[in-house]
């Protein structure tokens, strides 16, 4: 099928595991894609452009958007996916480890967003799509920035959902909250850790990075065209 054809989208985080996971479906779904990452990407696939940038930086937030702009003529789905985790315990976590996940994860959502918003406003449409996830919704100890800034994402979805429809705009905000996925960031997990994560999901596994992709793939595209200010929790059932 054909669900992106045409649209242009922005996918944060799109150099491994869920991120680079949306940009293929994306392409393979009709879309050019602009992968945006601290670092530089390549792609095999056609229709899927990498582009380094620190999206903690107002300055550089502002040259990739109007790269993008000048380029593509339009951004037509922001996917907001790029984040890191510091875990540790509230007595050992430092304010680098706060201030780094926080930046990340929820302030560069602000950034890309603000930038991105205005020529979502003047096409009158746009569909963003925020990654959240169960530790947002559900907390986890030893990940109180991580469950602070996912939190975070939830809140600035509903938020932005009233406020960039307040004028009647077809602009749609939603968000996705992943359980645990197979993804290079649950790679130093130990196997008893994963074990206990297994037994504690009603479906007994983690996801793949394209369960969590289609998700995000349903809210960008017109078959999600009566849903804003959603949260879809795609954990297979998980409870921490």
């Known amino acids: 099928m054909n669900r992106l054809k045409d649209k242009v989208a922005v996918v944060t985080g799109g150099a491994r595991g869920i991120g680079k996971c949306i940009c293929e479906l994306f392409v393979d779904e009709g879309a050019r894609v602009v992968?945006?990452?601290?670092?530089?990407?390549?792609?095999?696939?056609?229709?899927?452009?990498?582009?380094?940038?620190?999206?903690?930086?107002?300055?550089?937030?502002?040259?990739?958007?109007?790269?993008?702009?000048?380029?593509?003529?339009?951004?037509?789905?922001?996917?907001?996916?790029?984040?890191?985790t510091r875990d540790?315990?509230?007595?050992?976590?430092?304010?680098?480890?706060?201030?780094?996940?926080?930046?990340?994860?929820l302030k560069a959502v602000f950034n890309l967003t603000r930038r991105v918003y205005p020529s979502m406003r003047e096409n009158k449409s746009g569909s963003i799509v925020n990654i959240s996830s169960v530790?947002?919704?559900?907390?986890?100890?030893?990940?109180?920035?991580?469950?602070?800034?996912?939190?975070?994402?939830?809140?600035?979805t509903k938020s932005w959902a009233k406020e960039f429809s307040r004028k009647g705009d077809a602009i749609r905000v939603n968000a996705v909250a992943p359980g645990y996925a197979n993804t290079e960031m649950m790679a130093t997990v130990p196997e008893t850790v994963l074990e206990s994560i297994r037994e504690k999901t009603m479906l007994k596994r983690l996801a793949e990075p394209s369960e969590i992709a289609y998700a995000v793939l349903f809210l960008a595209s017109g078959e999600s065209s009566y849903v804003t200010g959603h949260v879809l929790s795609v954990n297979g059932g998980l409870r921490l």
Do not use: R
């Not at 229709?47 to 300055?59: F, I, K, Q, R, T």
């Not at 530790?135 to 600035?156: F, P, T």
């Open 88 to 105: 540790a315990l509230i007595e050992k976590m430092s304010d680098e480890m706060w201030d780094a996940v926080i930046n990340v994860n």
């Open 35 to 84: 992968a945006i990452d601290i670092m530089a990407l390549n792609y095999e696939k056609e229709n899927v452009e990498g582009y380094a940038a620190d999206l903690c930086s107002p300055g550089e937030v502002d040259k990739f958007v109007d790269y993008v702009l000048k380029k593509y003529g339009k951004i037509d789905i922001l996917i907001n996916n790029a984040g890191i």
């Open 135 to 156: 530790v947002g919704e559900y907390g986890n100890i030893g990940q109180s920035n991580y469950a602070a800034s996912k939190a975070g994402i939830i809140g600035l």
